[in-house]
């Protein structure tokens, strides 16, 4: 019984050294598409009241882990069953973050030749998140791909374990750095308050820097869109994949997710003036 028991706790232990190892692979294939997921859940997140910045952080936070919940079988069920039918989900979902970031283009360039914001919708903060939740649902889809196609050759019983790893990490690491972030100046106020000549000098310029970090973030937030959609387009449409194989990757990425983007963005509007 007791070699039983110790043969047991082998097992588990060379299980878990399968899974530790296969988690590195997956984490390396899935690096880009993780910081792109913090770029632009980053910018989703933010343009809040700072009273609401954490509850509605909290909100997103919850709805992104029910989006892995429910992704996870998903994609072992399909990736099991119809793995075609994967890169047809892949291409909706690069449709729509090539859209979004388009449109965020759009926007950009119609409020620069604008004198006056007065006109700027604001939009609620419930329709705000989710607007936000469904950018995060493309963005799990593309993580758990990634992460199951990295350890497609193992078993089941490592296969399980790393990507509901890396489905974890990609939320509450993402969206804890993202708290981080937003919550920046509430550090410095409190390190401006500490005696220390250094922490207060440190703490001014965390709070003067934070609304560039905002700026900041809003743009590598649509830039990471781009990438994302521009990628997911590139390697499962091969036409497109051998006009722009000879451009540097992220300069293709982002050539064609504007051209596929600004169609999209271009066929909303036509169909809005047209009502």
Same mark, same amino acid.
């Given at each position: ?10 097992? #588990?232990?060379m ?8 988690? $590195? ?10 910081? +792109? +997921? ?6 989703? %997140? ?6 609401r ?6 909100a #997103?936070? $919850?709805?992104?882990?029910?989006? $892995?919940?429910? #992704?996870?079988?998903?994609? *072992? ?7 075609? %039918? ?15 970031? &388009?449109?965020?283009v759009?926007?950009? /360039? ?20 989710? %607007? ?7 963005? @799990? #889809? ?7 196609? @990295?350890?497609?050759?193992?078993p ?21 750095l ?8 509430? *550090? ?28 900041? /973030? ?10 994302? &959609?521009?990628?997911?387009? /590139?390697h ?27 169609v ?12």
């Open positions: 019984m007791a070699t039983g028991f110790f043969a047991l706790l082998d097992d #588990i232990a299980l878990m050294d399968d899974v530790a190892v296969a988690s $590195k692979t997956a984490m390396a294939e899935t690096a880009g598409i993780l910081g +792109d +997921d913090l770029a632009v859940n980053a910018e989703q %997140a933010v343009g809040f009241e700072s009273s910045e954490l509850p509605v952080l909290w #997103i936070g $919850k709805g992104s882990l029910l989006n $892995k919940a429910i #992704i996870v079988p998903l994609a *072992f069920l399909f990736h099991s069953l119809m793995a075609s %039918a994967l890169d047809v989900v892949l291409l909706c979902g690069a449709g729509f973050l090539a859209y979004e970031g &388009a449109e965020k759009w926007h950009k /360039i119609q409020a620069a030749g604008a004198t006056s914001h007065a006109d700027k919708p604001i939009l609620p903060e419930a329709q705000k998140i989710r %607007a936000a939740l469904l950018v995060d649902v493309v963005l @799990s #889809i593309e993580i758990v791909l990634l992460a199951l196609a @990295s350890v497609a050759d193992e089941l019983s490592v296969q399980v374990p790393v990507v509901v790893l890396l489905a974890l990490l990609a939320t509450v690491g993402v969206y804890g993202v708290a981080v972030i937003v919550r920046m100046d509430d *550090f410095g106020l409190a390190l401006m308050k500490r005696p220390q000549r250094v922490l207060r000098a440190l703490g001014r310029q965390m709070v003067a820097a934070l609304p560039w970090v905002i700026k900041a /973030i809003g743009l590598l937030g649509t830039v990471a869109l781009l990438l994302v &959609a521009g990628d997911m387009i /590139i499962h449409v091969h036409m497109v994949h051998h006009l722009v194989e000879a451009w540097p990757g992220p300069l293709a990425a982002t050539a064609v997710a504007l051209v596929v983007g600004g999209e963005v271009a066929l909303v509007e036509l169909v809005r003036r047209l009502r």
